[in-house]
Each structure stands twice: as C-alpha cells, then as structure tokens.
C-alpha cells in the first residue's frame, strides 16, 4: 500500500501542495522548472497518484474499457493500438482486456470495469450481454459494440460488412478456375464467422457450386495447421483447389502445413486467402491474399461514438457504421 502522500511531495520538492495538484493534473498551469522537481521528488518518495480519490474530486473517470475477444489475432491488436492512441489524445486512459472467447472471462472484465467506473466500454462480445450492457448504460456508461452484432440494434456500432467480405473472396476463387472451394474458420456461433460463410455460399451459389465448410474451435495459426494437416492426411483426391481462411492467423497455418510442410504449391495446386489483412499478410514468405478491414479506422471510428455519446448523454443518435470491405490479390491467391 502506497504510504506517499502529496504532503511529503510537496516537503521535498518545496512546494505547496496545491503546486503539487496543479504540476500533477494542470500541467499547463505550472512552470516547466517547478514540474521536474516536482516529478523528481514523486520519483525518489515512490508516490503514486490515488486514481479513485481524484475521481470523486472531479466527479467522473477518465479511464475508459477494452473488451477484445482475441489479442493474439494482430486484427485486435492493430485496433486496440488505434483505440488507445485516440483515447490518448482525448485525455483518456484505457483499461484493457482479453476474453479469448471465454464467456466466464468476459463476465470477469465486466466486473472489473464496474468497478474500475470506466466512463465508457468498447467491447467485441462472446456471449449474450445484453443485460449487462443495459444495466451499464442505466447507470450512465455507454457502450459502442465492435462487429455486427444482431439483436443489439439499441446500441451503436461499428463493423466490416462480413457477408460481402466471404463474397468477394469466393468470388475471386471462382474467377480464377477454382471449383473446389472450401471455408475453414470459426466457431460459427460467431455472427462474423456466419456472416462470412453467408456471404461465401451465396458467391458460391452463384455460380452453381458447392461451397465446403471446416469448422474449427478456434482461430489460430494451430487451429490452420491442424485443418492443413488433416487435408492432406485425406489425400490429394480429395483436397480443395481453394481456401477461403477466417483469417489471416488461419490462413498462415494452413499455408505452413499445405506448402511449407505439404509441399503443395501454391496457387497452382490450392489457393489461399485469408481474412484481415494484417501486417504479417504483407510480410510472410509467401504474401497471402486476404479481405482487408481497416483495423485502425474501425477502432477510431468505434472511440468516437463513444466519445459522442459520453459527451451528450442521452443526446447522442445510435449509429452503425458498416465498412466496405476490399480484396487485396498477393501471390497466394494470384491468377
């Protein structure tokens, strides 16, 4: 516990406390030479600012919550970087949090931000959370919801349209002569996951083929590994020419194990694209086609409908921002 208080700074530093208040939160307020001896004696007492206390001092918080459903998809991790560099310049800090799809860890940092008293909750949710999203907002901190979520029309949004996304992928498959399509993703209890192979059956359907669905438990490199494996366990007679990944994360996996460890060449013998466009898309040794989603304009976009809506409580009209998705061609998936 943290024994320091502002007084002891104050004796050190030869200041007043008040300076001490001033040098902390107004900055602007106190000279540059006053704040570094006020910052050096913070440093050498191991003060640290009581956050709670200063809260009830101002009447409101300024941390706001994160609730993402996979940080080692770097999608999220793009967005979260984006999120909080917005926050920042708005004077906010930002709690955040990975529920791995865990339905009990999600309850966990809702609780967490309940307590914390986040002015304000972006979050991509795993299980229903309607209640508590209600139950935040009577008490005054609104919520933005990132992705499309049915059923949750009251609150505002910001989302890639999904089903054009699966459509513009297939339909680049088909485009190039694949007819043995095949979507590997999930779990498709996930309203993106669904809205992809929505938007993959319809472009699929089309053309009067057959699209091939692989569910698997999670999206992770080792989620594509395993799915590659198994297809090639089941012989070349059988493989697709074509995948369709949930992901880039699944979709490099899948590469790794089909033509790094398969042999298969790619595009030739199978086509890959997968789902995101993230930096390690651009970067692999073999660049993977993929449906981009501006990860940084989502999460920026998402942070100020939130800001718009603590600002005018009750005033601010529920958006949903839906983006266009866009099909990046690399060699994967090439002509």
């Given at each position: 516990?943290?024994?320091?208080?502002?007084?002891?700074?104050?004796a050190?530093?030869?200041?007043?406390?008040?300076t001490?208040?001033?040098?902390?939160?107004?900055?602007?307020?106190?000279?540059?030479?006053?704040i570094?001896?006020?910052?050096?004696?913070?440093?050498?007492?191991?003060?640290?600012?009581?956050?709670?206390?200063?809260?009830?001092?101002i009447?409101r918080?300024?941390?706001?919550?994160?609730?993402?459903?996979?940080?080692?998809?770097?999608?999220?991790?793009?967005?979260?970087?984006?999120?909080?560099?917005?926050?920042?310049?708005?004077?906010?800090?930002?709690?955040?949090?990975?529920?791995?799809?865990?339905?009990?860890?999600?309850a966990?940092?809702?609780?967490?931000f309940?307590?914390?008293?986040?002015?304000?909750?972006?979050?991509?949710?795993?299980?229903?959370i309607a209640?508590?999203?209600e139950?935040?907002?009577?008490?005054?901190?609104?919520?933005?919801?990132?992705?499309h979520?049915p059923?949750?029309s009251?609150?505002?949004?910001?989302?890639?349209?999904?089903?054009?996304?699966?459509r513009?992928?297939?339909?680049?498959?088909?485009?190039?002569?694949r007819?043995?399509?095949?979507?590997?993703?999930?779990?498709?209890?996930?309203?993106?996951?669904?809205?992809?192979v929505?938007?993959?059956r319809?472009a699929?359907?089309?053309?009067?083929q057959?699209?091939?669905?692989?569910?698997?438990?999670?999206?992770?490199?080792?989620?594509?590994?395993?799915?590659?494996?198994?297809?090639?366990?089941?012989?070349?007679?059988?493989?697709?020419?074509?995948?369709?990944?949930?992901?880039?994360?699944?979709?490099?996996?899948?590469?790794?194990?089909?033509?790094?460890?398969?042999?298969?060449?790619?595009?030739?013998?199978?086509?890959?694209i997968?789902?995101?466009?993230?930096?390690l898309?651009?970067?692999?040794?073999?660049p993977?086609?993929?449906?981009?989603?501006?990860?940084a304009?989502i999460?920026?976009t998402?942070?100020?409908?939130?800001?718009?809506?603590?600002?005018?409580?009750?005033?601010?009209?529920?958006?949903h921002?839906?983006?266009?998705?866009?099909?990046?061609?690399?060699?994967?998936?090439?002509?």
């Open positions: 516990m943290n024994s320091v208080s502002m007084h002891d700074v104050a050190l530093a030869g200041v007043s406390q008040a001490v208040s001033n040098a902390i939160n107004r900055p602007h307020m106190v000279r540059a030479a006053t570094e001896r006020v910052q050096a004696a913070m440093d050498e007492l191991g003060f640290v600012r009581n956050d709670a206390a200063r809260q009830l001092k009447g918080s300024t941390s706001l919550g994160l609730l993402l459903v996979d940080l080692a998809n770097p999608f999220f991790t793009e967005l979260a970087r984006a999120v909080e560099g917005r926050a920042d310049a708005h004077g906010y800090s930002v709690l955040l949090g990975d529920s791995n799809e865990s339905e009990t860890r999600e966990s940092y809702f609780d967490l309940e307590e914390q008293r986040v002015e304000g909750l972006l979050i991509a949710p795993v299980g229903a209640q508590r999203l139950r935040l907002r009577k008490r005054g901190t609104p919520a933005v919801l990132l992705g979520q059923g949750f009251d609150f505002s949004s910001v989302a890639l349209d999904d089903v054009a996304g699966g513009l992928a297939v339909g680049h498959l088909l485009d190039i002569g007819r043995r399509v095949a979507f590997v993703g999930g779990p498709l209890t996930l309203p993106q996951m669904a809205d992809r929505r938007g993959a319809r699929a359907e089309e053309a009067g057959t699209l091939r669905v692989i569910e698997t438990v999670a999206r992770s490199f080792e989620e594509g590994e395993r799915v590659g494996a198994d297809l090639l366990a089941q012989g070349r007679a059988d493989l697709p020419d074509a995948i369709f990944a949930a992901n880039d994360v699944v979709a490099l996996g899948i590469l790794k194990a089909l033509h790094v460890d398969g042999g298969l060449r790619v595009p030739e013998d199978i086509a890959v997968g789902y995101d466009d993230v930096a898309a651009r970067h692999s040794l073999l993977l086609a993929s449906v981009r989603q501006p990860s304009r999460g920026e998402a942070l100020d409908l939130l800001l718009a809506e603590i600002d005018d409580p009750g005033g601010a009209e529920t958006s921002v839906l983006f266009t998705p866009e099909l990046v061609i690399r060699d994967s998936a090439a002509a």
